[in-house]
């Protein structure tokens, strides 16, 4: 069995897939109106600093110190897909109403000012 000739192969096949998958979710993303369009990219930008490593994690936190339940942050990462799902298939309406729902989420664990 020649392995080093199959990983080149699904190397290949890999790069190819990835490659034809980027630009169809920045056309989802560009089926729905610009502000809609940049309220998503800009959550997206806070959701990828909240990470959960750790599945007993009770507690995570963005880069800002807003902080969140584990649970909080992954319901705010499958709204934000549900709202890049929505903009693919053409439903502005149903990705705003995400969007808002995340965004409330966000501002009610805001860090308080001193």
Request: aromatic content about 4%.
């Amino acid at each position: 069995m020649n392995t080093p000739h199959l990983t080149l192969n699904f190397s290949i096949v890999v790069m190819v897939a990835s490659g034809l998958l980027a630009p169809a979710a920045a056309l989802a993303v560009l089926a729905c109106d610009p502000a809609t369009a940049s309220k998503l990219h800009a959550l997206e930008r806070f959701a990828d600093f909240v990470r959960v490593d750790k599945p007993g994690l009770a507690r995570v936190y963005a880069q800002d110190g807003t902080e969140l339940t584990a649970g909080e942050a992954l319901w705010m990462k499958g709204q934000l897909r549900s709202a890049d799902t929505a903009c693919a298939r053409g439903d502005p309406t149903g990705a705003g109403q995400r969007l808002e729902a995340v965004e409330r989420l966000v501002q009610a664990h805001a860090p308080q000012n001193l």
